[in-house]
């Protein structure tokens, strides 16, 4: 927080003779932002994929993956958002998001800070034999902070 205060004085006119008016001081506090990245974390995966290495699944056809995903930043961030980011790496059928699970709070209605969100994939004919590799992202919603490096420490495949 930054405090700043302020005092109005009337240097008097021509006719004033006990010198100068001053007004009592008025003060106002102004938030600093603090430019902060969030953290994703991977927390939760369904089975029956098969789990090779920490982020290598291979999920048969037929079948169904879904990660969970949490995300937090700093009080200062209201909105956090997960999404993939790599354009080319979901595709267009077996993938779907589920809505952004915030928490309630009387007094400020919803904050989505932290955040969780499912990823689901249900693995078809169409994906056999590929790798796909998926990166999962989260942005808070300082608009008034540079954009920071891309985080891709959760990169997934699915083989």
Not at 122 to 144: K, M, P, R, S, T
Request: include cysteine; hydrophobic fraction near 40%; aromatic fraction near 8%.
């Amino acid at each position: 927080m930054f405090g700043a205060c302020f005092t109005a004085v009337d240097d008097g006119g021509g006719k004033e003779v006990g010198g100068k008016l001053s007004s009592t001081p008025a003060c106002v506090d102004i938030a600093v932002l603090r430019c902060t990245k969030p953290t994703i974390k991977l927390i939760a995966q369904s089975n029956p994929a098969t789990n090779a290495s920490l982020f290598l699944w291979t999920v048969p056809v037929a079948t169904n993956l879904t990660l969970l995903f949490n995300a937090t930043d700093d009080t200062q961030s209201r909105q956090l958002v997960i999404y993939h980011t790599q354009p080319k790496s979901i595709p267009a059928v077996g993938a779907t998001w589920g809505g952004p699970m915030c928490k309630s709070d009387a007094r400020l209605s919803i904050a989505c800070n932290p955040v969780r969100r499912d990823f689901f994939f249900g693995a078809g004919l169409v994906h056999a034999g590929f790798v796909i590799e998926i990166c999962f992202e989260a942005v808070n919603d300082q608009v008034e902070c540079p954009r920071y490096r891309p985080n891709r420490a959760h990169q997934v495949l699915l083989v």
